[in-house]
C-alpha cells in the first residue's frame, strides 16, 4: 500500500528549478531512497514533504489526505517525522530532554495542566517518561540519558536525533544522510538501527550518499538529477540503468564513501 | 519526592525565608519595606520577561511599556473614574493580556534583533502615548492618590507590612507558574523554540503559536506588576512606563539567571538593593554598577542563578561519574534525578 504518494512535484526558487515534475511513492512498511550526485534536489524533496518548503506545483498526499503545502507542525502530527543533514539537536539539553521534546507533539496537556498539576497533566507526563526511554532504549543509547546532548559522541548525537524523531510516534521518518560523517563500522550499526526501525513498523525514506548503504538497504530507490527523476525502481535496476551510470561518472562528483 | 539534600531546594527555601521575614526584622524601617514592596512589583514582571527572554529566546523591549499600562490602567481606573482597586487590576492585566497578544501577531512576524528593535518601538510608543496624551493621562503632571486595594477581613492593605505581603503573594504565583512551565511539557516547547525553531518544527512544535502565547503571558505579568505598582506607589508619573525601565528589568533578570525560577526575584533584589546602596553617588553609580556587570556577564554568563546552578549541576555529575557506564541501562535511576539535573540547565 501507498503510504505517500507524490505527483508533479516541483519547487523553484527564483528561476531556479530546485526539483521539477518529481513523481514518487512511498510504499508502507518499506524503504525508499531518494539518491543523486550534490545538487540534484535531494534534500529539497525531503523539505517539501515534511512542509519546510512549499511546493511551487505538485501535490502531496499521505494516507489519501492531501497535504501539500501543510506546516511541519501538521505534517509531524500527522506522523511524518525527519531528520537533518547536519545533526541538530537541543545542545544544552540532556539526551533525555532532547527525546522527551518529540512527545510535545503528542501532549494534550496545557500551561494550566502544568501549573495545576492536573492528573491529566501527571499521567502524560509519566507516559512521555515511558515513551522517551523506549526510544532511547531502541536506539540503543539509553545509558547516555543523563548527558548533556553536545557532549556525547558524533555517532550517539545522530541517534539521539533519531530517537527525537521516533518519539514523536511518526508512521514515516525521513532520513537526511543518516550515516554521513560515519565510519564504516558505524555505519553497518546504522543500517541495522535503520532494519529494527521498518521491522518496528515505521516507514523509512532515505536519503544518503553512501550507494553501499542505498543498495543493502532500499526496497525501492529514486534517482534525481537536477531536480528530475532520471531513473526508479529496485536497487538492482537502478545498478545497470545507464542514465543513472552517466549521471554520478559524468558529474563532476567524487565519491564521498569512506570519506568524511 | 526524593528525600536527598537539594541544593535548589534549600536556596529556594533560603530565598522564600529572606523575603517572608524581611519586615519582622526590619522593626519598622518603612523607606526599607516600601523599596522591597516596590522591588517585588518589578520582579513580577521581571518573571514576565523570563517567560520570553529567558525560556522562548526572544528579546522584547516593550516591556516597560506594557509595566506602564497596567500602572496607568489601574491609576487612571481608581482615580479618575473612580473604580475600586480589584477590577481595576483585572481590568489591566486583561489588557495588556489581550494587547500582548495583538501585538505579538503582529511583532512575532519579524525575528531575532529585528523583533528586538520592533518591541523596542512598541514600548516607545506605549510610552510617548502616556507621556503625551495629556487630556486622558495627565501626562507629566502624572496620577496621584492611586486606591490601595481594597481589604478581605482583617487584611487592610493601606498597611505597608500586609500590602507586602499581598505583592510577595503575587510573587510567589508568578514564581511557581515559572517552575511548573519548566517542568512540563510547555516549558519543553520554548526551550526548544530558543534552541533552534527549526529542530523545534521538525518535532511539530507550532513555533508561531506557542511565541505568541509566551508574549501575551510575558505581557500579562508586566501589567500585573504594573497594576500592583501604581497601588504601591499611590502616584506615578510616565517613567513607569519608560524604556529604561525595560533596561533596568533586563540587567535584573540577566544579573539573576535567564530562564531561571529564582532568577528574576534574586537578580531584581540584588540589583535594587545596589542601587540604594550606591544612591549618593547618584548618576556615578553606574561607575561602580557597570564594571559589575561587566566582570558578571564574563565570568556568569548565565547570571547568578544559573551560574550557582551550573556549580550544582557539575558537582552532581562529577558523582553521578564514578558509577557510570556508558554503554549499559541506567533506568533503575529515578525520573526525579532527571528533573533536578534539568533544573541544572
Known sequence: MTLLEVRGLGKHFSGLHAVDDVDLDIAEGRITAIIGPNGAGKSTVFNLLAGFYRPTSGTVRFRDRDITGMSPHRTVAHGIARTFQTTKLFEDATVLDNVLSGRIVRSRSTAFDAVLRTPRHRREERLNLEKAMAALEFAGIAGYRDEIAASVPQEVQKRVSIALALATEPELLLLDEPAAGLTEEETVGFAQLIRDIVADGVTVGLVEHRMSMVMSLADHILVLDHGKEIASGAPAAIRTDPQVIEAYLGADHTDQEGAG | MTTTF?????????????????????GGEEYVLRVLTVGATYAIAVYGMNLILGLTGQLSLAH????????????????????AFWPSLAVAVTATAVGGYVAGVVALRTHEEYFAIFTMAMGFIIFLVISRWESVTHAHSGVSGVKFPEGFGAFDFSEPTVMYYLVLLFLLGAAYVTYAVRRSGIGRTLVAIRTSEDLARSIGVNVGLNKQLAFAASTTLAGLGGGLFAAVQGFVGPSAAGIDLTFEMLMFILVGGLGTVLGPVVGTFLVLFLFEFFQD??????LVLGPIIVVLVIFAPRGIVGYLNQFVGRVRSRGANGSRNPGGPRGDRQAETTTDVKEAL
Open chain 2, 6 to 26: 537539594s541544593p535548589q531546594r534549600f536556596g529556594t527555601l533560603l530565598v522564600a525565608l529572606a523575603l517572608l521575614l524581611a519586615p519582622l526584622t526590619l
Open chain 2, 64 to 83: 516597560g511599556g506594557f509595566f506602564g499600562i497596567g500602572v496607568y490602567v489601574v491609576g487612571l481606573l481608581t482615580t479618575d473614574y473612580d473604580w
Open chain 2, 281 to 286: 553617588f547618584e548618576a556615578y553609580r553606574f
